[in-house]
């Protein structure tokens, strides 16, 4: 691989990632859970620390193993490649192709939201609850266009990447300035539950980074600067997005929005019937730019992967464009399946507790890697450890637990899905043991 991306392209990698369509819709669902504006504030600033804590747990291990596959290479080379697979197995099912499916489903939501024709057509396809709609189709079509433009060499995914995550931070930080500015009545209110399902899936991704360590320039260095400024930068406007939401809207307003579309909402009271326009412009941005980040990213673990004798063997190879094609068009192909689903929500919780699940275990190989190997070359050691990492462990373990007592209809297909890897593993490594 060649290093084409510097510190920049990963920083804006890390929060184009990141900055989907979660922020925009999340904190209705939040807000009908906690009733309270005090607790919508608390989860997402726990949320915060949580983030944080895990990128930078991760920068130490991104520092002792600087190579493509990121979070896959390290869970194989602290805990053997039994565990790795089972982490790349989910990747590929739920995590990055499940996250994709539900991001290009909320952009092709927000563009029926421009185009009203497209919630109104008939559906193209129904059978029982089963359904194919024009909304699904779109999501379909953008992944695929996003697929084909990174198939052109990483320099086309990383000018894509930069253009649209340099604007919705820009768009951003201009709803938060007039939020501010143009909204005087400020209406607080004072339990927290399970909650943590939105703003944590709002909050994830920005491991994508790592699984293009191959391609950063000094990525001992510049992956972990890349992972603490884009986390720090997110979760700040995302506390201050919330903010403006409870400075626009009342308690009820933010729980009971239309279809949950609680930054349409905000954005009206703040910008008049003109506001809606511009909100679903900038989700259908936000969501065009994320989707990329996550296409750019995921196709690497795949290549890792294959080179180690754990995925299709196809994955292996880089087009003359000097990236892995096949690799980005079976990530393409299976996340257009999951798209059929249109099971925003379904996804939505599943994949958080999957993904906390793989962040723990990481997490806990910081700890471990440190009593077991404690004279290996750290370019760069974890601050405050262990405090750090054993707060995300806490963090972590509490948010999964909730998850599971509370919403176990979607926490446990996911957990089975995990392990129905195992036969897979096993049958793929079947020559090698005999």
């Known amino acids: 691989m060649q290093r084409k991306l510097k510190l920049w392209d990963a920083t804006m990698l890390v929060m184009g990632s990141m900055i989907g369509s979660g922020i925009f819709i999340v904190s209705s669902d939040m807000m009908r859970n906690l009733g309270s504006g005090y607790w919508l504030i608390a989860v997402w600033l726990i949320t915060g620390i949580m983030t944080v804590a895990a990128a930078i747990s991760y920068g130490e291990l991104s520092a002792m193993f600087p190579r493509a596959g990121g979070q896959y290479t390290y869970i194989t080379e602290i805990f053997g490649k039994m565990t790795g697979f089972l982490y790349g197995w989910g990747l590929f099912t739920v995590i990055q192709t499940g996250t994709i499916a539900a991001v290009a489903m909320a952009f092709g939501k927000f563009t029926a939201y421009l185009i009203p024709a497209l919630n109104d057509a008939a559906p193209i396809f129904q059978s029982g609850k089963f359904q194919i709609t024009w909304i699904q189709i779109l999501s379909i079509a953008v992944i695929i266009l996003l697929t084909y433009i990174n198939t052109k060499g990483v320099k086309s995914g990383k000018f894509l990447q930069n253009v649209f995550t340099g604007s919705k931070i820009l ?36 491991e994508n980074v790592t ?17 603490v400024l884009g986390t720090v930068s997110v979760m700040a406007l995302y506390l201050l997005v919330n903010f403006v939401y409870l400075n626009a809207l009342d308690r009820d307003s933010i729980g009971f929005a239309a279809n949950d579309r609680v930054a349409v909402a905000a954005s009206e009271k703040i910008f008049g019937s003109a506001g809606t326009i511009i909100m679903a412009v900038l989700v259908m941005i936000s969501t065009f730019g994320c989707i990329n980040g996550l296409v750019l990213a995921g196709a690497r673990v795949f290549q890792t992967m294959a080179k180690d004798g754990l995925f299709f063997k196809q994955a292996i190879e880089n087009n003359k464009n000097d990236v892995p094609e096949k690799s980005l068009w079976m990530q393409g192909i299976w996340a257009s399946v999951l798209a059929l689903s249109g099971q925003y929500g379904d996804l939505l919780d599943m994949i958080s507790f999957v ?3 793989f962040y723990m275990i990481t997490v806990f190989g910081v700890i471990y890697m440190r009593i077991k190997q404690p004279d290996l070359e750290r370019p760069y050691k974890t601050w405050l450890y262990p405090i750090t990492p054993i707060l995300y462990l806490f963090i972590g373990t509490a948010f999964c637990v909730l998850l599971i007592w509370f919403k176990p209809q979607y926490t446990w297909p996911g957990f089975l899905l995990i392990l129905l890897g195992l036969p897979v593993y096993w049958f793929i490594n079947r020559k090698k043991v005999e």
């Open 171 to 206: 768009a951003l930080i201009g709803i938060i300035i007039f939020g501010f500015w143009f909204v005087k009545d400020s209406q607080w209110v004072s339990k927290m539950g399970f909650a943590m399902v939105g703003s944590v899936f709002s909050s994830v991704a920005w």
């Open 211 to 227: 699984f293009v360590s191959g391609e950063i320039e000094n990525p001992k260095k510049n992956v972990v600067k890349a992972m």
């Open 355 to 357: 993904i906390v699940l």
